[in-house]
């Protein structure tokens, strides 16, 4: 292979590029991916953007990971070589391992996440974050594999997971949503709900219904779930799955026991990203059962590819009698009384 041509843009910018040889379509095809899923995949890991003519490829980004994804552009390329006629084909598993093996610039610290563009596009019009939280939370999902959205009803946890979901299918990042969330209310039980089992569920995943509807329609949702783009389901329906390519959204995480919520966490497969929302103060599990959301707080805190984004009652966009209540309740369930805020 030639050596890149670089051109240095500043000291955190640099584009190379290089030509991939020989020049084979139907190897490059099968290095891009279908509809260039692959180059995508390298762009949203390593956070580069790549272009190409040919077999002439443009990559900029941070110097350390342009190289990188040079590096691996070139030695997938080389596995693309015709075995008995058949050209091999890329998997995003070779990719994901190609990346794991690069040495990546470490990710911007936490506190800087804001600075990322926040706002989501739909068709169905614009979603802006309403303060720094929801801001940090949104850069978080684009940001992360796993982003976790704790806090209280009304914060719009789950309503800018959706968003972002429906923003990254339609910018083709991922191949399709699948909406989860398992299936514990406060004092019913299924059994007792009327129709089989999917008219026993509908109910409890209603609030995902809704926003898809309000990003996309009612009957472009209606098509993509008869496609299986979008699929709504209840938490238990993902044991033994692996999901890959998928924006994937936990609801009600609260509600998961340990056993389910890790029996989630390792559903999820390559180029795949997740999000996980719960307010630890709603758990309608039995008591003497722990909620899987607060274990996994404390397990999964030490790990830094996974996000925790924790909303509190100044985030409520509800009517701002709802972050009073929530304050109340906090209040009572800490022990603090009115004459106690008084002293």
Request: proline letters at 5%; hydrophobic letters at 40%.
């Amino acid at each position: 292979m030639a050596l890149p041509n670089e051109t240095i843009l500043n000291k955190n910018t640099t584009t190379l590029d290089i030509f991939l040889e020989p020049a084979d379509s139907a190897r490059l095809a099968h290095l891009c991916g279908p509809f260039d899923d692959n180059l995508k995949q390298l762009e949203r890991r390593l956070e580069v953007e790549i272009t190409y003519q040919n077999n002439q490829f443009h990559i900029t980004g941070n110097p350390v990971n342009a190289h990188c994804c040079m590096d691996i552009l070139r030695e997938l390329y080389v596995e693309t070589q015709p075995v008995k006629g058949q050209v091999t084909d890329i998997v995003p598993e070779k990719i994901h391992l190609a990346i794991q093996a690069c040495k990546l610039v470490a990710p911007e610290p936490a506190a800087k996440v804001a600075s990322f563009n926040t706002v989501i596009k739909t068709k169905r019009g614009i979603i802006k974050p309403r303060g720094d939280n929801q801001a940090n939370y949104i850069a978080n999902i684009l940001t992360h594999d796993i982003t976790f959205g704790i806090g209280p009803a009304g914060t719009g946890k789950t309503y800018l997971a959706v968003a972002a979901a429906v923003d990254a299918l339609e910018r083709q990042e991922v191949r399709r949503i699948l909406l989860t969330r398992p299936a514990v209310e406060a004092g019913e039980k299924l059994g007792f709900l009327p129709g089989d089992l999917s008219q026993k569920v509908d109910p409890y995943l209603r609030p995902l219904y809704d926003a898809l509807f309000e990003m996309l329609g009612f009957e472009k949702v209606e098509r993509l779930i008869e496609r299986n783009v979008i699929e709504i389901a209840p938490l238990a329906y993902m044991r033994g799955r692996t999901l890959n390519d998928a924006f994937i959204i936990l609801d009600e995480s609260q509600n998961t026991t340990i056993e389910q919520m890790k029996m989630f966490l390792t559903r999820i497969g390559f180029n795949s990203k997740t999000v996980i929302t719960g307010d630890i103060t709603q758990v309608d599990l039995p008591k003497h059962i722990t909620s899987g959301l607060r274990h996994a707080m404390d397990v999964l805190e030490p790990v830094k590819d996974i996000s925790f984004n924790v909303f509190i009652s100044n985030d409520i966009v509800r009517h701002p009698v709802v972050a009073k209540i929530v304050d109340a309740y906090e209040q009572f369930e800490n022990g603090i009384t009115r004459e106690d805020e008084d002293q």
